[in-house]
């Protein structure tokens, strides 16, 4: 679909930085001989990113017994890194349009590199928190410059298989963080432990800094753009008020202060929308281009992606406890469990941008957005046709079905929603494709807290109501109790197990479960057994709730795919009105 004249901002020519300003044409016309190797370093770094975060939420028991502290201080581990990381990435785009994509993806990149190091080498529990908040931070400079820069080097089917590569990187880097998660920290490499996650990005780093000068062309847009203070204020607060809450609702216990936050982060989100029409009337350099709004494939695309996140947040965190703490299987083994899953998004991501969307266009999202679905299904009933007893065979087709949707959604959605959009705001257009990912997340993870946690102790108790019967019976058969000793295990044996389920640290033991019917050696193990059995029942009854609002997320997403052109275009506006006889878009080189 092209833009229409008043959609379309004034295309105006890019000038190489420090350079003459005599135009390099943009295109097919002048491609970059080094493209090609631009795009190895530029995979690099996004594998660096990914993994990095993969890996960390697998090995984040290892890293907790490491450092230690309580319960808060691995969830500010993960949860630091996440907020600081949305809060950049509209800035950083930004800043790259304005003062160089290559110049800010090295900044973020040598940030990235020394934080690293610095959560490699904390101490203290405070020392990793701050560190990952920095990491976070230069990940969302590095990470917009990446698509923005891929927009801008390359052109027509050469861009969708960019984005293929693009793609397959995300599912590689999740398969290999799945599965080195665990072992990295528990093999204890070089008597390094869980550090070795985090410092085994300072080489990757160092030849990113060393490669990249080298090979990637300098762009920017094409007027001087000014750094809009007050919008990165609104901005930032309105992104605050909002994430934080939903990031540490449950572990919180939702408290009225958060939904306070919430509401309050309308007003001054709609502060910053108008702010930012005001800042394109007075100078035309906003940090947000709401033009942008105006392009199909670029707004229905955020509707898309946002929906698509969510589902996809609530499905991550919904098995990840559902394996390692309802089925009570280690880290490494639920991280090699979910490789089908990656497996299925690595074959997937590549035929999608190359061969399928080109021909099908918005048919394959709608046909990932029915596999994800079908994959779903088959989950819930795998969890609950083998109840605690289900093994890892059994999860790997359910999870190659979801891994497979995925993606044929997750890899060519990026490019469909930039495909329109004029090169001088790749870098703010591809800061808000990877915010909105990010909402998605975490919108995801607060449903996790109300639909899987929420009824969670409600199961807990209804499972052991079930099997109280035959529990009784064997007490008394097996441990020798008497009737009315074997109803007081029985009693006891549920007061603990609802307030384990619903205790926010799943570290802590509640005081319940140091009754003393449960410390009687004969009972023992009788009760633990059931108890082993009681949590992977009621744990695969949450699931089943979570899969239900996930399929019907997944299908929400299905359903605005329709709003999307049929067909994704695959040259930029530029790059058509080149072919037009129109004067070219000029890009920076360097």
């Known amino acids: 679909m092209a833009i229409s004249s008043e959609q379309a901002p004034p295309t105006e020519k890019e000038v190489p930085a420090g350079e003459s300003t005599a135009p390099v044409p943009d295109g097919a016309a002048t491609p970059d001989p080094k493209r090609w190797t631009a795009l ?152 390094l432990g869980w550090r070795l996650i985090f410092l085994i990005n300072i080489p990757v780093g160092v030849l990113g800094m060393i490669y990249a000068p080298r090979v990637l062309r300098e762009s920017r847009a094409p007027h001087a753009l000014k750094l809009d203070v007050r919008g990165v204020v609104l901005a930032t607060v309105g992104l605050l008020l909002l994430l934080f809450p939903l990031l540490q609702g449950r572990e919180l216990g939702w408290p009225l202060w958060g939904f306070v936050s919430m509401a309050a982060s309308v007003p001054v989100l709609a502060a910053f929308v108008m702010w930012q029409r005001r800042r394109t009337v007075l100078d035309g350099s906003p940090l947000m281009e709401l033009a942008l709004f105006r392009i199909r494939s670029f707004s229905s695309g955020l509707g898309v992606n946002l929906a698509f996140y969510v589902g996809i947040g609530m499905f991550n965190i919904g098995w990840t406890v559902y394996m390692q703490v309802g089925l009570g299987w280690s880290p490494m083994r639920a991280g090699m469990t979910s490789l089908s899953f990656c497996i299925g998004a690595f074959l997937t991501s590549s035929a999608a941008m190359v061969v399928l969307v080109p021909k099908f266009g918005r048919k394959v999202l709608q046909a990932g957005a029915v596999v994800t679905v079908t994959g779903a299904l088959y989950f819930l009933w795998a969890s609950s046709h083998y109840g605690s007893s289900i093994s890892s065979w059994a999860l790997v087709a359910p999870m190659l079905l979801v891994g497979l949707g995925f993606g044929l959604i997750a890899a060519p959605l990026p490019q469909i929603v930039i495909s329109e959009v004029p090169q001088k705001d790749a870098g703010s257009a591809s800061g808000i494709v990877h915010t909105n990912a990010q909402l998605g ?46 109803d007081t295990t029985v009693a006891a044996h549920r007061a603990c197990a609802v307030d384990r389920v619903e205790e926010k640290d799943p570290s802590v033991a509640p005081a319940s479960c140091a009754a003393a019917p449960l410390r009687d050696e004969r009972s023992a193990p009788v009760v633990a057994e059931y108890a082993k059995d009681a949590q992977g029942e009621s744990f695969a009854l949450s699931l089943g709730t979570t899969l239900w609002v996930f399929a019907g997320v997944v299908a929400l997403a299905f359903a605005l795919m329709f709003a999307i052109p049929r067909q994704m275009r695959l040259e930029a506006p530029e790059e058509e009105e080149n072919e037009g006889g129109k004067e070219p878009e000029t890009a920076t080189a360097s």
């Open 441 to 486: 997340f975490a919108v995801g993870g607060a449903l996790v807290g109300v639909v899987f946690f929420a009824g969670l102790g409600g199961n807990t108790g209804s499972t052991i109501d079930d099997q109280a019967a035959n529990l009784r019976r064997d007490l008394v058969a097996t441990a020798h109790l008497t009737p009315g000793e074997a």
């Open 40 to 191: 190895l370093v530029l995979l690099v770094a996004a594998f660096m990113d990914m993994l990095d975060g993969t890996i960390a939420n697998v090995a984040a028991p290892s890293i907790q017994q490491g450092i230690g502290g309580g319960y808060s201080v691995i969830q500010w581990v993960l949860v630091g890194y996440q907020l600081s990381f949305a809060l950049m990435l509209i800035l950083g785009g930004r800043l790259g349009d304005i003062h160089g994509r290559r110049k800010m993806f090295l900044f973020g990149v040598a940030g990235f590199t020394l934080a690293s190091l610095g959560a490699g080498l904390a101490q203290e529990p405070w020392q990793l928190v701050v560190s990952r908040m920095v990491q976070g931070a230069f990940a969302g400079v590095m990470v917009p410059q990446i698509l923005a820069i891929l927009h801008v080097t390359f052109s027509g089917k050469e861009r969708a298989g960019a984005f293929a590569m693009y793609g397959g990187v995300a599912g590689l880097a999740a398969a290999v963080g799945m599965a080195a998660g665990g072992p990295l920290a528990d093999w204890d490499l070089f008597g």
